[in-house]
């Protein structure tokens, strides 16, 4: 009599124990998805020791099971208001999100107003001068967000 007590209040306490889990997870959930701007990946791009602002252009994120996923609308390029950074030709692109991806795509475009992005398989700057745009396509197990940024290669009087 006395084991049968004991095992029905441990069951329920275990019970209870998986219920306040679940919905601690899913209220964690649904506040992440309220304030996604601190829930997403961040991002970290440098080319040599320059740091160019980059510029987050839309994202589709699942923030969790039960909830539906939020969608940012897509800007484009030349929507995003891109400040440009000063850089000289052939510098390594090196770029660091704060959570691994599944798949990084870096897509470039010569000039602010161009649309016609080319896939880049080596990361560095173009050897040519000019005006040129980056568009990051990152792909993550619970979305995607895409990212833009600009930068002026300049062969000399980088600081003037």
């Not at 306490?13 to 601190?38: C, G, R």
């Not at 994202?59 to 000063?86: N, R």
């Amino acid at each position: 009599m006395q084991f049968k007590r004991k095992l029905k209040r441990y069951l329920s306490a275990f019970i209870m124990l998986v219920l306040s889990a679940y919905t601690t997870i899913f209220i964690k959930n649904y506040v992440d998805s309220m304030n996604p701007e601190k829930t997403l990946p961040g991002i970290s791009v440098s080319i040599g020791y320059t740091q160019p602002a980059v510029v987050r252009a839309g994202y589709t994120w699942k923030f969790g099971p039960g909830i539906e996923p939020k969608l940012s609308p897509y800007v484009s390029s030349v929507d995003a208001g891109l400040m440009v950074t000063d850089c000289f030709p052939g510098e390594i692109i090196v770029v660091n999100f704060t959570h691994t991806p599944e798949l990084v795509t870096l897509y470039e475009a010569q000039g602010l107003a161009n649309e016609e992005f080319r896939q880049m398989y080596a990361l560095t700057t173009p050897s040519e001068e000019g005006v040129y745009v980056y568009k990051i396509d990152a792909q993550f197990e619970q979305g995607d967000i895409l990212y833009y940024f600009a930068v002026e290669v300049k062969k000399d009087n980088i600081m003037q």
